[in-house]
């Protein structure tokens, strides 16, 4: 059994590790509330302009179709792995990481699969392959529409130019503070809604159809990408939350252990002094 000396070192330490997590775990929960209300008042602006932009795509022909919605054969693919910057988060930048590299194995094993990281931890586990285009870590110390508009609109000026035939984004969905749900959307090439569900609706479109839609691409793929970067936000604190939150109960949880066990350990020192006294106090006697 281990000395007093050294569980007291023991319990103290566990019981400032408990402090840390206590205090991360609050943290997060504050900021877990403003990113959760954001990505909430976000979602239905964001679907509804998709589903509007993939309905108009899907009526125009070949000739007026839009640039970004030009399939190509594939060969060189891009992939944006959306994580964070900081870890103690449990799985969440793990599940991302995991996905990016079955998609680089498993579905584009036959392409040449380049990766831009949103967040240190993608870069981080990607950077040793060469592929990784851009680093823009830096968008969550001012985590604004503008700022994603513009790595946005890099993704959209390389496709445009050839330098990748179909880029993906993979990211955390925020469901709630204890589930995040890893997603991979495509970005570019546009797939527009197959059936007739929505195309048979009879608008009158001022200007034309096709200046609509060349006018909504751009903002609606830039919408999309700033709703991926704030969901993994809002599933980034979440993740965060929850894990502290069991780093909390198991470190609170192993210092009353180590308590007991200090305790049992004094009162057996305690008893041997006892012995000893009561031993010394028989030997005189006799």
Not at 85 to 95: E, H, I, K, T, Y
Not at 96 to 101: A, D, G, L, N, S
Not at 170 to 176: A, D, H, I, L, S
Not at 245 to 271: F, G, P, S, V, W
Request: aromatic letters at 6%.
């Amino acid at each position: 059994m281990a000395n007093l000396k050294e569980i007291r070192n023991r319990i103290s330490s566990v019981s400032s590790t408990m402090q840390i997590t206590s205090a991360m775990k609050m943290v997060s929960a504050a900021k877990l509330k403003k990113a959760q209300d954001a990505i909430t008042a976000m979602r239905p602006y964001s679907d509804k302009l998709t589903e509007l932009l993939q309905s108009l795509s899907a009526t125009l022909d070949g000739d007026s179709g839009s640039k970004f919605a030009s399939q190509r054969e594939v060969k060189k693919v891009l992939i944006v792995a959306v994580t964070s910057n900081r870890g103690l988060a449990g799985a969440f930048n793990s599940n991302i990481i995991k996905e990016v590299t079955n998609l680089t194995n498993d579905t584009y094993a036959n392409q040449e699969v380049s990766y831009l990281a949103i967040g240190k931890k993608a870069n981080d586990a990607f950077k040793k392959t060469n592929n990784v285009i851009a680093n823009k870590s830096e968008v969550y110390d001012d985590l604004t529409f503008d700022n994603i508009a513009e790595i946005a609109q890099m993704l959209m000026d390389k496709f445009v130019a050839g330098d990748f035939d179909k880029i993906e984004i993979v990211y955390n969905k925020f469901k709630n503070a204890a589930t995040q749900i890893v997603m991979t959307e495509q970005f570019l090439p546009i797939v527009p809604i197959e059936g007739e569900a929505n195309t048979n609706v009879d608008y009158i479109f001022e200007p034309s159809k096709v200046e609509i839609v060349e006018q909504l691409i751009p903002k609606s793929l830039k919408t999309q990408l700033y709703k991926s970067v704030r969901d993994s936000f809002a599933s980034e604190h979440g993740a965060r939350m929850t894990a502290m939150h069991k780093a909390t109960d198991n470190a609170t949880e192993l210092r009353d252990q180590l308590k007991l066990t200090y305790n049992k350990a004094r009162q057996a020192a305690i008893t041997n002094e006892i012995l000893e006294i009561v031993g010394g106090a028989e030997a005189l006697n006799n």
